[in-house]
């Protein structure tokens, strides 16, 4: 998976239809995630589409999320939030500011709401998530 800060500098110089694209290509290179992984418990709640997100807890104590969407824009945007904090320490992706690593992205303004009105809640399953990774629990 490509670091976020070179996703960005790309997006910043493409336009319209290129940042869906990119987007979109983003999104196909995500890892799969095996079906059985995409239940109830790893559905993100409030996204128009159907999106899931798997963490995984390495032995150094870094997080791996699995995720996946129905829909081929939202699935770039689930890669943009998994690559602003894949394979980090749990404490670490407690702590980060996705939503301030993702400005640069545009996103509100980029995509109609119906896209991103779910971004908020996949970010707080993401860091929710690690915070109890790395309490222990």
Not at 108 to 135: C, D, F, H, K
Request: with cysteine; aromatic share 6%.
């Amino acid at each position: 998976m490509r670091s976020l800060s070179d996703i960005s500098d790309e997006y910043e110089f493409l336009e319209g239809d290129e940042r869906y694209r990119l987007l979109i290509e983003l999104g196909r290179d995500l890892e799969e995630m095996p079906d059985p992984l995409k239940t109830d418990a790893t559905l993100v709640r409030g996204c128009s589409a159907s999106v899931w997100v798997y963490p995984m807890q390495a032995p150094d104590g870094t997080l791996h999320f699995l995720a996946d969407s129905n829909a081929a824009i939202t699935k770039g945007i689930v890669a943009l939030v998994v690559a602003a904090v894949q394979d980090r320490p749990a404490a670490e992706v407690a702590g980060t500011d996705i939503a301030a690593l993702l400005e640069p992205f545009d996103l509100r303004n980029q995509l109609s709401s119906n896209r991103t009105q779910g971004v908020p809640n996949m970010i707080a399953l993401i860091r929710e998530t690690a915070a109890r990774i790395a309490a222990g629990n």
